[in-house]
Nanobody, 122 residues
Framework: QVHLVESGGSLVQPGGSLRLSCVAS????????MGWYRQAPGKQRELVAT???????NYADSVKGRFTISRDNAKNTVYLQMNSLEPVDTAVYYC????????????????WGQGTQVTVSS
C-alpha cells in the first residue's frame, strides 16, 4: 500500500509565501514523476508543477517565476515553494506521484494525496 501525505497548507495574506510538502510512504520500488495539482471551488483540477526523478521540471504558466518545485529522492518527498501568492492561488493542493510497484516489469501506478488547503486572503 502506498500513501501520499501533504502538509503545509494554510491561510496567508496576498504577497506571502508557503511551502508545501508531500511524503510518499509504503512498499514500492521507485518514484517516477511527482507533482502538484490544485482545484479551486467550482473549477477542474489543474496542473501546477511536475518534477521528474532526474529533476526536470514543468510549470503552469500562471505560476512560473513564483512557484518552485523540488524533491528529495532519499526522503521520497516533493516540495512546492510558493512565493508572491495571490488570491487566485486559493485552492486545495494535491500531491501526485507515479510510482513503480513491480521492478521486474516496471509496472507503475498513479497515486494522489488527500489534499491540503491553501487560502490567500487579507
Amino acid at each position: 500500500q502506498v500513501h501520499l501525505v501533504e502538509s503545509g497548507g494554510s491561510l496567508v495574506q496576498p504577497g506571502g509565501s508557503l511551502r508545501l510538502s508531500c511524503v510518499a510512504s509504503g512498499s514500492f520500488f521507485h518514484i517516477n514523476v511527482m507533482g502538484w495539482y490544485r482545484q479551486a471551488p467550482g473549477k477542474q483540477r489543474e496542473l501546477v508543477a511536475t518534477i521528474s526523478s532526474r529533476g526536470n521540471t514543468n510549470y503552469a504558466d500562471s505560476v512560473k517565476g513564483r512557484f518552485t518545485i523540488s524533491r528529495d529522492n532519499a526522503k521520497n518527498t516533493v516540495y512546492l515553494q510558493m512565493n508572491s501568492l495571490e488570491p487566485v492561488d486559493t485552492a486545495v493542493y494535491y500531491c501526485h506521484a507515479n510510482i513503480v510497484i513491480v521492478p521486474v516489469t516496471g509496472e507503475a501506478y498513479d497515486y494522489w494525496g488527500q489534499g491540503t488547503q491553501v487560502t490567500v486572503s487579507s
